[in-house]
């Protein structure tokens, strides 16, 4: 999910989603799911990336001019096997 132009005193729901979220569905082993927060220079200012694989936070950041993260955390996410369903 990409929100930008968030007021400073708000939460995400204040921004302009500009990329939906989508929940984690791994295929097989363990992924890792980042959140990173940066601080806009300017509203208005953050070009949409045309497609979400191989995304590159660091390109899409420096192509932005969004500088350094302010935050991050970061979750795992794993399929179950089928013997561990229930």
Known sequence: RIVTDIPGTTDA???REVISYES???NIGIHRFIFVLFKQKR???VTVPSFRDHFNTRQFAAENDLG???AAVYFNCQRETAARRR
């Open 13 to 15: 729901s204040f921004g």
């Open 68 to 70: 350094l993260p302010v």
């Open 24 to 26: 984690p569905k791994p």
């Open 43 to 45: 509203r208005q200012t």
